[in-house]
């Protein structure tokens, strides 16, 4: 005889085998969800009046006005990335730092985040920086190690610096403002640019071998012809980032209205430069047609999920095993992101932040702790998703773009100081909540886009129901 006490750990483990046996994520969180709801109603644990909540929140997925901003983003990343912006900027930036030791390691981190604000996607910047960079530094003399690592590393930094899609979504599911969330990771952003600098000067003051600068007569361009060829990729980029980001920050756009703009000015970026066909547009549509579908799948199966799990007291056993940890808020933080940590080995952050994250929110909300920051420090945390070998997509993008001499351990040795450092800024933002929080009483305040609908939960109403919460 089922009990409702077993009901959530029963319903997690069940889908953890789902994961594990490699069933698609989104037909998962379904079929679990949809399963217990059955059990549940059979066992009178809630009504079948309660499961027909699931529309609502479906109708609620559909209509949300935030949701918008992926395909957007999306379409405005999927342009940048085959109009050539990304090897305009990189070989006149390479040019510009060469004659430096690590110079074209700063110029691929600097290119990155310019790259990460402007597309938003880390396949588009890893392969982009590996098709064009990683040869060069390979022809030169540079380690492979660090060519290889500085490459990976610096796409993963689309991931936290806006207008990153991880933030829209974590917005959407801890119920805050994704200007508010743009905000909050200006800070760990610099952050993370100006550790990935200093770690390269580091290397070039101690192993100066290993990031030789490039030879006289590799730097073909030099003087004013260098600086308007600098200038001419930059331009553009900074102009589409303030259309994108300052626009949200001045208040004057939502997030979703502000990735309509970044969309159309991709497309006037690409006809300018004279690479704008409707091959390409076609192509970026249908990359972004795939990854839009792939995250409202996912999303609607974590609410069929969410709701069966909330219906059987499943957030009560979550705020019980996890706001009784040791150490209060800091123990919560540590495990939190312990947890995240290696789930990211198995799962991408499109899942994790659909399935964990709900189930995290109430407890974090319960121990007083900041959702926007709590949601800042997880984007921080899931970038990792993006480098642990030996499932780190931003490794198999490089490996797939990388000539066929680059061996793989070496992909996956070079990724591991840079996956340290990314552990270090974790540790930063967990240690000094004002690197989120500074920037966010300086942000845009209340995003008027976000849309939520209230479900209504089974009450203890004496209609005859069991009730749920005891």
Known sequence: ????????????????????????????????????????????????????????????????????????????????????????????????????????????????????????????????????????????????????????????????????????????????????????????????????????????????????????????????????????????????MFLVLGTIFLGLATPTEAGAMGAMGAILIAIVNGRFTFALLREAMANTGRITSMVLFILIGATVFSLVFQGVDGSRWIEHLLSHLPGGQTGFLIFVNVFVFFLAFFLDFFEIAFIVVPLLAPVAAKLDINLVWFGVLLCVNLQTSFMHPPFGFALFYLRGVAPKEVLTKDIYWGALPWLCLQLIIVGVVITFPQTVTYWIERGPGVDPSTVHIEVPMPDNSDDGAVPVFR
Do not use: H
């Not at 069933?23 to 109603?41: D, R």
């Not at 992926?70 to 379409?75: E, G």
């Not at 990683?134 to 806006?162: C, N, W």
């Open 1 to 240: 005889m089922l009990s409702l006490e077993i009901m959530p750990p029963l319903m997690f483990g069940g889908l953890v085998v789902f994961l594990l046996l490699g069933f698609p994520v989104a037909f998962s969180l379904s079929a679990v969800g949809l399963f217990f709801g059955f059990i549940s109603i059979e066992m009178g644990f809630f009504t079948t009046a309660y499961l027909g909540n699931l529309p609502l929140r479906v109708f609620g997925i559909l209509s949300n006005e935030v949701l918008l901003a992926i395909p957007f983003f999306t379409l405005m990343g999927a342009v940048l990335e085959r109009c050539g912006l990304a090897e305009d900027l990189l070989e006149g930036t390479g040019q510009l730092f060469g004659k430096i030791p690590g110079g074209l390691a700063y110029a691929v981190v600097l290119v990155g985040a310019v790259l990460g604000a402007i597309t938003g996607t880390v396949a588009a910047s890893v392969i982009a920086m590996g098709m064009i960079s990683l040869p060069v530094m390979m022809r030169y003399g540079y380690d492979m190690r660090i060519a290889t690592g500085v490459i990976a590393a610096s796409g993963t930094i689309a991931q936290l610096i806006p207008p990153s899609l991880v933030l829209i979504v974590l917005g959407d599911q801890l119920g805050k403002s994704v200007g508010d969330m743009y905000a909050g990771a200006i800070g760990p952003s610099i952050l993370q640019v100006s550790l990935f600098l200093a770690f390269i000067g580091l290397v070039s003051l101690v192993s100066p071998q290993k990031v030789p600068p490039l030879p006289p007569e590799a730097r073909m361009v030099r003087g004013w012809p260098l600086y308007w060829k600098v200038l001419k990729g930059m331009v553009p980029s900074l102009v589409l």
